[in-house]
T-cell receptor, first 112, second 113 residues
Framework: EDKVVQSPLSLVVHEGDTVTLNCSYE??????LLWYKQEKKAPTFLFML????IEKKSGRLSSILDKKELFSILNITATQTGDSAVYLC????????????FGAGTILRVKS | DGGITQSPKYLFRKEGQNVTLSCEQNLNHDAMYWYRQDPGQGLRLIYY???????QKGDIAEGYSVSREKKESFPLTVTSAQKNPTAFYLC????????????FGSGTRLTVV
């Protein structure tokens, strides 16, 4: 059974801190790993990772995938209160339906 | 603007009633998905559909039903057989084979009263 485990489950930091969120996975025939940010309603897409060792960056956020060790990290530097959200990690295997399997999420709270 | 519309945003249901959650997309995406989100459990897949008139059960399909009569629409019915339906329901769509993730709707919060 495909599985995604995120850690920590929740995190409280101060503005300006750097945080690292973790995602480990077990999936049959790995195709991609995705990160989403969910503030109140619809998750919004952050990154899709398919290749090991290639960092993806968007502003203060970056992510990298290790397909040998089966994990990914999401880094947020110089955190702001607007970064407070649930961060979801999901993986896709190569099977019918292109389904995503989600982790439980990491709740990040950034205090001013 | 293209996107996914879920309605209603909030729904209250009495025990024993069936209710239907609407999901409509104008992105011309082939695949559509229904997820349920409970606190601390992430998103769990209820049903998904890759083409019109075809759909597959996800991990927690019991007590739910769907239809896919049109490409744009994928309604979810929560039946009285679903023992614990209070949750946040998210609909998503995706273009098959695309190198992008899902597009999500803004969700429906269902509460049993």
């Amino acid at each position: 059974e495909d599985k995604v485990v995120q850690s920590p489950l929740s995190l409280v930091v101060h503005e300006g801190d750097t945080v690292t969120l973790n995602c480990s996975y077990e999936v049959t025939n790995f195709r991609s790993l995705l990160w989403y940010k969910q503030e109140k309603k619809a998750p919004t897409f952050l990154f899709m990772l398919t290749s090991s060792g290639i960092e993806k960056k968007s502003g203060r956020l970056s992510s990298i995938l290790d397909k040998k060790e089966l994990f990914s990290i999401l880094n947020i530097t110089a955190t702001q209160t607007g970064d407070s959200a649930v961060y979801l990690c999901a993986v896709e295997g190569q099977e019918y339906g292109n389904k995503l399997v989600f982790g439980a999420g990491t709740i990040l709270r950034v205090k001013s | 603007d293209g996107g996914i519309t879920q309605s209603p945003k909030y729904l209250f249901r009495k025990e024993g009633q069936n209710v239907t959650l609407s999901c409509e997309q104008n992105l011309n995406h082939d695949a559509m998905y229904w997820y349920r989100q409970d606190p601390g459990q992430g998103l769990r897949l209820i049903y998904y559909s890759q083409i019109v008139n075809d759909f597959q059960k996800g991990d927690i399909a019991e007590g739910y039903s769907v239809s896919r009569e049109k490409k744009e629409s994928f309604p979810l019915t929560v039946t009285s057989a679903q023992k614990n339906p209070t949750a946040f329901y998210l609909c998503a769509s995706r273009e098959l084979g695309a190198s992008a993730g899902y597009t999500f709707g803004s969700g429906t919060r269902l509460t049993v009263v």
